[in-house]
């Protein structure tokens, strides 16, 4: 199993970002795909979920409304639109997979698999 996430890079604040996360999962479709990010020193954060289908979303709350989870099923991927980005936006973003209940969607140590990251460094 792999997640290859991809997108990153330095933007300035106010920038928009598209992060993609290409997964080599058989029958990706059952999975829930899920978004993290973390700067050194702190725990890895979450950022929302997509249940299998795509009709469901999730999102912490200080990450709604800039950031948006989607999914395309037949390519196997997952992506991350953020808009109006922000200093405090930089880190290290990772996807995962796996088949949490959806209270613990927040804690990573529930997810199955995990991609290498991408960067996100945002200047002010």
């Known amino acids: 199993v792999q997640l290859q996430a991809s997108g990153g890079g330095l933007v300035q604040a106010g920038a928009s970002l598209r992060l993609s996360c290409v997964a080599s999962l058989r029958n990706f479709e059952w999975y829930t795909m899920a978004w993290f990010r973390q700067v050194p020193g702190k725990e890895r954060e979450y950022v929302g979920a997509?249940?299998?289908?795509?009709?469901?979303?999730y999102y912490a709350d200080s990450m709604k409304g800039r950031f948006t989870i989607s999914r395309d099923n037949a390519k196997t991927t997952l992506y991350l639109q953020m808009n109006m980005l922000k200093p405090e936006d930089t880190a290290v973003y990772y996807c995962?997979?796996?088949?949490?209940?959806?209270?613990?969607?927040?804690?990573?140590?529930?997810?199955?698999?995990w991609g290498q990251g991408t960067q996100v460094t945002v200047s002010s």
């Open positions: 997509i249940r299998g289908s795509g009709y469901n979303t």
């Open positions: 995962s997979a796996g088949a949490p209940q959806t209270e613990y969607y927040s804690d990573y140590t529930r997810w199955s698999y």
